[in-house]
C-alpha cells in the first residue's frame, strides 16, 4: 500500500520547472505542456503564459512572484509581440532583466532562453522590422545557462500555422526535443565548431570560442599590429575591436566590408597567413599600458574628464529630444540649470514636448551640476576605493549616466579591486557591458575600458 508520506517524499525529490512566455507558450499542444505530460516523475511543472504577452508584462509577473527561489529550472520564451516596433532594445532589455531577476533572487536555478520564432514567412514581414533582432540580443548574453534558438531552428515555413506567426504542433514537438535534450546536457558550451560554423553562417559580433581565437591571431599577424583586435588581442571574443579589425582586412583585400568572418574571408585571411607556423601564430606582442595610454589624454579632475567623455558621447540638442522615458537637452540631461542656480525638470509625459531652446553654455552648467551633486558623489564615489585614479571615476561616471547607476558587475569588480590593487578587473567588467540591450552601446562600453586602462597606465602608482 502507498503511504501518503512515501508520495510526498518522491514529490519532494522533484525538480520544479517554471515555464513563463506568450501565445507559443501558452497553446494546449506547446513544448511546455507537453514538458509537464510527460515529465510528471521528474519534475513539478508551472506554466504561466497568455496569448499576446508581451516581454514587459513577463517581467512584471516574474518581479512579483514571492516563490521564484522555488525553481529549480526557469524556461522563459517571449519577444514575439515585442517584434513590430522598430527597435529590438526594449524587448531585449526586459528579457536580459527576467534573467537577471531570476540570477538574483535563486542564484542556483539553471535558466533556459529560447528565442522567438521568425516573423520572416508572414504575409507582411515589414509589420515586424526587429522580430528577428531580438534572437541575436539573446545569445549576445552570458546569464542564461542554455541557449535554444528557435529562430534559426525553424527556418521552414512547414514549421508554422496557417498565420505563419505561431508554430504548428511539428514544430512543439520539435521545441519538446531540444528542451529535453538540453536539460539532459551540462550547460551550454559558447565555443563554436571551427569550420561548419563558419561555412554555414560566419562568425559575427558576440560569437567567441576557439574559431575566434584563430581568426583574431591571423588578423594580428596579417595586418602587422598587435592592437588590430583591440587591447585583450586573442581573447576569443568577437567584440567591437574584431569587428573592427576584420573589416579593416577585409577592405585592404577588396572583400565586401560585412564585419562578418565567412567563408570568403576566412579562405583570404588563411592565404595572406598560409606560410605561418601555429608557433608563430601564437605568439602575439603583448600591448603594455604605457602604449594603451598612448590613446588617451588622462587630465584634469574627475568631473573635467567626466565631463569630456559625455560631451562626446551624448552630443548636444538645444532643444528637447524624447529619449526613452524622458524629454531631454542638453548632454543628454532630463533638467535645466540657470545661471542663478536654479533647476527646471523637464516632462515625463510623450505628448507634452517642452518649450526651451539653450545654448551649450546652458548644457556645460547644467551637466557640471549634475556631475558634481549627483553623479559623482551618489552614483560612483560610495562604490570606489579611495585610491582611484580620476581617470577611472571618470569614466565609471559615464558608464552610471548612461545606466542611471552602476551596474552589478561593476560594483562587483570595484569590490575586488578594493582587496587586490588592481583596477584591470573593473575596465574588464565595463567591457562585459559592451553585450548589453543588443551590443547598442558596444562601442561606448569599450572606450571607457579603454579610458580606463590608460588611466591605470597614466597614475604613477602604478608604474
Known amino acids: 500500500m502507498i503511504r501518503l508520506k512515501d508520495i510526498l517524499l518522491e514529490s519532494n525529490n522533484k525538480k520544479k520547472v517554471l515555464f513563463i512566455g506568450d501565445s507559443q507558450t501558452a497553446a494546449p499542444y506547446s513544448y511546455a505542456y507537453k514538458f509537464k505530460k510527460n515529465n510528471r516523475s521528474d519534475y513539478d511543472v508551472d506554466i504561466n503564459a497568455k496569448v ?28 514575439g509581440n515585442d517584434g513590430w516596433r522598430n527597435t529590438p532594445t526594449k524587448a531585449i532589455n526586459n528579457l536580459t532583466s527576467m534573467y537577471s531577476l531570476v540570477k538574483r533572487k535563486n542564484p542556483t536555478a539553471k535558466i533556459v532562453a529560447i528565442t522567438n520564432p521568425t516573423k520572416k514567412f508572414t504575409a507582411d514581414p515589414s509589420k515586424y522590422p526587429s522580430n528577428d533582432k531580438i534572437g541575436p540580443g539573446i545569445k549576445s548574453s552570458d546569464l542564461p545557462d542554455y541557449i535554444i534558438d528557435a529562430t534559426t531552428i525553424f527556418n521552414d515555413k512547414n514549421y508554422f500555422s496557417k498565420d505563419m506567426i505561431h508554430l504548428n504542433r511539428d514544430a512543439h514537438a520539435e521545441l519538446y526535443n531540444q528542451l529535453v535534450n538540453t536539460l539532459g546536457t551540462e550547460p551550454m ?10 561555412n554555414i553562417n560566419g562568425l559575427s559580433f558576440g560569437d567567441r570560442g576557439s574559431a575566434v581565437i584563430d581568426m583574431q591571431r591571423r588578423l594580428i599577424h596579417a595586418l602587422d599590429d598587435p592592437s588590430a583586435v583591440g587591447p585583450p588581442q586573442d581573447d576569443g571574443i568577437f567584440g567591437s575591436y574584431t569587428e573592427a579589425g576584420l573589416k579593416r582586412f577585409q577592405k585592404q583585400n577588396n572583400l565586401e566590408t560585412t564585419g562578418v568572418y565567412d567563408a570568403e574571408t576566412k579562405n583570404k585571411l588563411e592565404d595572406v597567413t598560409i606560410d605561418m607556423k601555429d608557433s608563430e601564430l601564437t605568439n602575439i606582442k603583448p600591448i603594455s599600458n604605457s602604449e594603451w595610454a598612448e ?3 588622462i587630465n584634469g579632475s574627475a568631473v573635467d574628464q567626466a565631463a569630456n567623455l559625455l560631451k562626446k558621447y551624448e552630443g548636444f540638442v538645444a532643444t528637447p529630444m524624447w529619449d526613452v522615458n524622458n524629454w531631454r537637452i542638453g548632454h ?3 533638467t535645466i540649470t540657470k545661471p542663478d542656480g536654479s533647476i527646471i525638470t523637464l516632462s515625463n509625459d510623450r505628448n507634452n514636448k517642452p518649450n526651451y531652446t539653450i545654448t551649450t553654455a546652458d548644457a556645460e552648467r547644467d551637466l557640471k551640476r549634475r556631475l558634481e551633486t549627483e553623479f559623482i558623489p551618489r552614483k560612483v564615489m560610495k562604490h570606489v576605493p579611495s585610491n582611484t585614479p580620476d ?41 562585459s557591458l559592451q553585450v ?21 597606465a597614466s597614475d604613477t602608482s602604478y608604474a
Not at 74 to 79: D, K, L, R, T
Not at 394 to 399: E, I
Open 52 to 79: 499576446s504577452r508581451r516581454t514587459s508584462k513577463m517581467f512584471d509577473i516574474l518581479r512579483n512572484m514571492d516563490n521564484l527561489s522555488d525553481y529549480d529550472i526557469v524556461v522563459i520564451m517571449g519577444g
Open 189 to 198: 558550451d559558447r565555443d563554436v565548431s571551427y569550420d561548419d560554423e563558419i
Open 295 to 297: 590613446h588617451f589624454d
Open 332 to 334: 543628454g540631461s532630463s
Open 391 to 431: 581617470g577611472i571615476i571618470a569614466a565609471l561616471t559615464s558608464v552610471a549616466y548612461n545606466y542611471g547607476s552602476l551596474p552589478n558587475v561593476v560594483k562587483k569588480s570595484l569590490r575586488q579591486a578594493e582587496s587586490t590593487g588592481d583596477f584591470t578587473v573593473v575596465a574588464d567588467a565595463v567591457r
Open 436 to 456: 548589453h540591450n543588443n551590443g547598442i552601446n558596444r562601442k561606448r562600453r569599450n572606450r571607457e575600458a579603454d579610458y580606463i586602462m590608460s588611466a591605470i
